[in-house]
C-alpha cells in the first residue's frame, strides 16, 4: 500500500486531546514543549493540523478568534510549525493558506520569527510593529513602586473585562476567564477611581512569562511588573511592543536581557485594533 503524498493528506481541526502530538511536534522543531500553553490554545482556540501516517502530526497551528462568536473581528494566528522531516516541502504554505481561506474576510494578525516572516510577506502580511522577548531574573532596586497593586479577585473580573475590551480593541474574554486557572498570579493596579491595570504571570518551563500587561501608563506597567516578580523565584519573560522603550530600559535595567526581535504581522487590517499606548505585552505572542 502506497503512502499518500502530503499534499493528499487532510487538514483537520484539532482538539485538547491532541495536546501530546503538539508538545511532540514543537519538541521535534527545537522549541519547549510549552504543553501548559498549548493547552490553553486548544481549549481557547481553533487548532488545525495534519496526521502523519507515521505517527504524530506534519503540521499544526492555532486560530484565536476576538470578537463576538458569530463575527470574528480580529483572529490571532500562533505556533506555525511544520515537523523537522516533512520541512521546506510547501506543508506550511498549504496550511497556511487554509487557514486564510476559513478566515475570510477577518482581520488577521501573528508575530513572526525571521525564519517564518518571507511565507508571511509572500502571503500578503504586512509589518505593522515589533516586539522585543526580554528573559532573566529581575532584581529589584529597593526603591519601591510608585502605583498600589493587588492580587485580583474574582469580582475584579468584569472591570477586568471591560478595561481589556477597551485597550485591546476586541472582545477576549474566552481568553481572559480562563486567566485565573491558567496563571499563577494575576494582579489589578488601581487608583481612587478603579483598576487601571493588570497583568498575569504564567508557568512556561522554568520562567514565569508576564502577559497580558495592560496599564494606564508607563509606571502603572512598572508597578506589575514588580509586583508580579515578588511572588516568584522564577526567571521573568515577557514580549514588549517596541515602541514602549522606557518600559523595555527598566526591564533591563533591573537584569532582564533582549532574547530576540519578532515582527507583528497583520493581513487585512493597517494596524491592531484598541490603544497600544496601554497594551504592553500579549499574553502570548500566539494569541496576541
Avoid at 513572526?112 to 529589584?140: H, I, Q, S, W
Avoid at 497580558?212 to 519573560?237: F, M, W
Amino acid at each position: 500500500m502506497s503512502t499518500p503524498s502530503l499534499s493528499d493528506l487532510p487538514i483537520r481541526r484539532l482538539t485538547p486531546r491532541d495536546l501530546r502530538a503538539c508538545a511532540d511536534l514543537s519538541e521535534d522543531r527545537g522549541w519547549p514543549r510549552e504543553e501548559h500553553k498549548w493547552g490553553l490554545l486548544l481549549s481557547a482556540g481553533t487548532g488545525y493540523g495534519i496526521d502523519d501516517p507515521a505517527g504524530g502530526l506534519v503540521t499544526a497551528c492555532v486560530v484565536t478568534d476576538y470578537g463576538t462568536s458569530d463575527r470574528p473581528e480580529l483572529s490571532a494566528i500562533g505556533m506555525v510549525l511544520v515537523a523537522e522531516r516533512h520541512a521546506r516541502k510547501g506543508i506550511g504554505r498549504r496550511l497556511m493558506q487554509y487557514v486564510l481561506e476559513q478566515a475570510g474576510t477577518t482581520p488577521l494578525t501573528l508575530h513572526a520569527t525571521p525564519y517564518g516572516r518571507p511565507l508571511y510577506e509572500e502571503l500578503g502580511f504586512k509589518v505593522t510593529g515589533r516586539a522585543e522577548m526580554v528573559r532573566g531574573r529581575f532584581t529589584p532596586d529597593g526603591g519601591g513602586t510608585t502605583v498600589r497593586t493587588r492580587p485580583a479577585t474574582a469580582e475584579d473580573l468584569p472591570a477586568i473585562l471591560r478595561l481589556d475590551a477597551e485597550v485591546f480593541g476586541s472582545d477576549r474574554t474566552h481568553v481572559l476567564t480562563r486567566l485565573p486557572a491558567f496563571a499563577d498570579q494575576l494582579r489589578v493596579a488601581e487608583d481612587a477611581h478603579g483598576i487601571t491595570g493588570y497583568a498575569a504571570a504564567w508557568p512556561n518551563m522554568d520562567t514565569h512569562v508576564i502577559g497580558p500587561l495592560i496599564a494606564a501608563d508607563t509606571e502603572t506597567a512598572k508597578s506589575l511588573v514588580a509586583s508580579l516578580a515578588e511572588g516568584t523565584d522564577r526567571p521573568l519573560r515577557t514580549d514588549i511592543d517596541v515602541r514602549h522603550e522606557d518600559l523595555i530600559a527598566w526591564l533591563k535595567q533591573h537584569g532582564l536581557e533582549g532574547i530576540s526581535m519578532n515582527a507583528v504581522m497583520n493581513l487585512s487590517a493597517p494596524d491592531l485594533p484598541g490603544d497600544w499606548t496601554r497594551r504592553f505585552a500579549p499574553l502570548t505572542v500566539a494569541a496576541g
